[in-house]
């Protein structure tokens, strides 16, 4: 089993076997968890750095709810015709959406 001495300023070095284990690179947060005397450590949330500005659409204009239904039902009478909305199946030729 992997150990580390914990410094004066209350730091330690994760073992390298656990880092590679959990996928940790240098600026990665952790997260700590106490279950009575034992701490169980994990990777802390995903980092979404790489998602930034992936959603971005300045200088577009807002896309209307109904165009973006229409848009999916385009999308998705192409293949097979049928696509499920909530526990009912619909087929591409079903336009009557009451």
Known sequence: MPTSTLT?????????????????????RVEF??????????????DLSA???MLD???Q???AIEDMN???EKATSGDSGVFETG???KTGNDHDRS
């Open 57 to 59: 659409r300045s200088g």
């Open 61 to 63: 204009d807002p896309v």
């Open 8 to 28: 004066t300023r209350g730091q330690t070095t994760i073992p390298k076997p656990i880092r590679e284990a959990l996928g940790l690179q240098p600026g990665d």
């Open 87 to 89: 526990s009912e199946a």
């Open 70 to 72: 229409k848009a999916i």
């Open 33 to 46: 968890t106490l279950h009575g005397d034992r701490v169980l450590l994990r990777r802390a949330g995903a």
């Open 51 to 53: 998602l930034d500005g």
